[in-house]
Each structure stands twice: as structure tokens, then as C-alpha cells.
């Protein structure tokens, strides 16, 4: 059975730093990721690796979120620095299996396991 178990939220001020974690378990994942959503708006991608074990990143997480893997621990770490009220949401971390699609890896649109999430909130 999958598990995907986030850890790390919290309160913070703006300019704060916060250390998200996502720990997997049963499978061993390579396209892991994670997102956030605010109240009210829609669900958002943050950063993650991609099947290639290559990293992308959200425009508004570039220079500030780092996203990290320990394939050992099968965990996957999002340090967050320089956070802004806008930052402020549930964050959710989510992986899937990837697969070969004739001339490729690749990881499928849509991630079948998600965790339960975790709050982040920065104040102004």
C-alpha cells in the first residue's frame, strides 16, 4: 500500500524559511512533487523532479524553493526561503510511477498519490 506522509508546515513571518518532507513508502517513486493550494483558488504546481531526475520549478518558486531527493529514504524535501503571504496555503506532496512512452520517460500528467497535505502560513 502507498503512503505519501508530508511533514514540516508551520506559521512563519514574511522573509521566513520553512523545510516541507514528503516521505513515501511502498513504492519507490522518481516523479515526486510537490503543490499548493489557497483557499479559493485553484491547485498549483510547485516544484518536483521529473522522470529524467531533472528538477522544475513554478515561476514564483524559483530563487526561493529548493527542492530536494534522498532516494534512499524515498523522501522528498522542499526548503522554502524568503516567504511571502501569497506562500500561504496547504501544501501537498504527490508521486506516481513513470513510464516509457515509445521514445522516452516520462512522468503522466496527473500523479495517483497524493498526501494528506500540510498548512503553511506566512504572516505579513
Known amino acids: 500500500q502507498v503512503h505519501l506522509v508530508e511533514s514540516g508546515g508551520g506559521s512563519v513571518q514574511s522573509g521566513g524559511s520553512l523545510r516541507l518532507s514528503c516521505a513515501a513508502s511502498?513504492?519507490?517513486?522518481?516523479?515526486m512533487g510537490w503543490f499548493r493550494q489557497a483557499p479559493g483558488k485553484e491547485r498549483e504546481a510547485v516544484a518536483g523532479?521529473?522522470?529524467?531526475?531533472?528538477?522544475y520549478y513554478a515561476d514564483f518558486a524559483k530563487g526561493r524553493f529548493t527542492v530536494s531527493r534522498d532516494n534512499v529514504k524515498n523522501t522528498l524535501d522542499l526548503q522554502m526561503s524568503s516567504l511571502k503571504p501569497e506562500d500561504t496555503a496547504m501544501y501537498y506532496c504527490?508521486?506516481?510511477?513513470?513510464?516509457?512512452?515509445?521514445?522516452?520517460?516520462?512522468?503522466?500528467?496527473?500523479?495517483?498519490?497524493w498526501g494528506q497535505g500540510t498548512q503553511v502560513t506566512v504572516s505579513s
Open positions: 511502498g513504492l519507490s517513486f522518481i516523479c
Open positions: 504527490a508521486a506516481d510511477l513513470r513510464y516509457y512512452n515509445g521514445s522516452r520517460y516520462v512522468c503522466p500528467h496527473e500523479y495517483k498519490y
Open positions: 523532479m521529473d522522470a529524467d531526475f531533472s528538477t
